[in-house]
């Protein structure tokens, strides 16, 4: 019975530290409801103990546990924390890290100070799910974005443009623009695509100028920008039909 059973869930918060051990066990029994049940009251409870067991059962074969951990993670908010960027850098998840990123991005400033630190982290994969985290955060992380867009990793600097396009903060274009000039290909071509899916303006004409590029990955990336940009790089790509560069007058023509 759901009545009962959210009168006990209750029950057990309100003992309170003492009652953690048995629900841990609790939470790992065979009876999805009842492990749904504990969960809950850990969560009330908090704790360390609740958060590590919460950010395990992030990854519990039943979505109904695994709905209620990301639930008790967002509610136990900074204290889940710690707990999650142990859990990243652990490197076993199984998905690669993607429901820890999840329940990073979903604590914003709660976990932005942890994020950042991972930024600087000497292992290339800590960086790259760093920005990935950043990207999914919204608004909130843009300043940290525009530090992250001119960091020595391109792994990072890619994943900052990628997430500066999710979050839509146009203050970042003229960052973008100037990321069209990076030595490295990958962040050239991502930058494309972020200018493209602000949909600003003042990305036109630095788009075009990337024509002629003999790089497939940034080749690709004019595919997919310049018909988004529409009518904004109608006038600088006719320009471009005068150059005597044959590979520029051919992207420009089929653009």
């Not at 979050?167 to 960052?175: A, E, F, R, T």
């Amino acid at each position: 019975d759901g009545i009962v059973r959210d009168d006990v869930v209750f029950a057990l918060a309100g003992i309170g530290e003492a009652a953690v051990e048995p629900l841990l066990r609790a939470s790992n029994g065979q009876q999805t409801d009842v492990t749904v049940a504990a969960l809950r009251a850990l969560t009330i409870i908090g704790g360390e103990k609740a958060a590590q067991r919460l950010v395990a059962a992030l990854y519990d074969p039943l979505a109904a546990v695994r709905a209620e951990a990301s639930q008790g993670v967002r509610a136990i908010g900074r204290a889940a924390v710690p707990v999650l960027v142990a859990s990243v850098r652990q490197s076993v998840a199984p998905d690669g890290g993607e429901a820890l990123v999840a329940a990073l991005a979903d604590l914003r400033e709660a976990a932005l100070p942890e994020v950042v630190a991972l930024l600087e982290s000497n292992d290339e994969r800590l960086r790259s799910l760093g920005a990935e985290v950043l990207g999914r955060m919204g608004m909130v992380a843009a300043p940290v974005l525009r530090r992250a867009l001119s960091h020595s990793d391109p792994a990072v600097r890619t994943l900052a443009a990628r997430g500066v396009a999710h979050v839509g903060d146009v203050s970042l274009v003229p960052d973008l623009i100037d990321l069209l000039e990076d030595q490295d290909t990958g962040v050239v071509a991502e930058a494309i695509h972020a200018l493209a899916d602000l949909g600003d303006a003042r990305g036109a004409t630095p788009i075009v100028r990337c024509v002629g590029a003999t790089s497939p990955a940034i080749r690709e990336a004019l595919d997919y920008a310049l018909p988004v940009m529409g009518p904004a790089v109608a006038h600088p790509l006719t320009d471009l039909l005068t150059s005597e560069d044959p590979l520029v007058v051919q992207q420009a023509t089929t653009a």
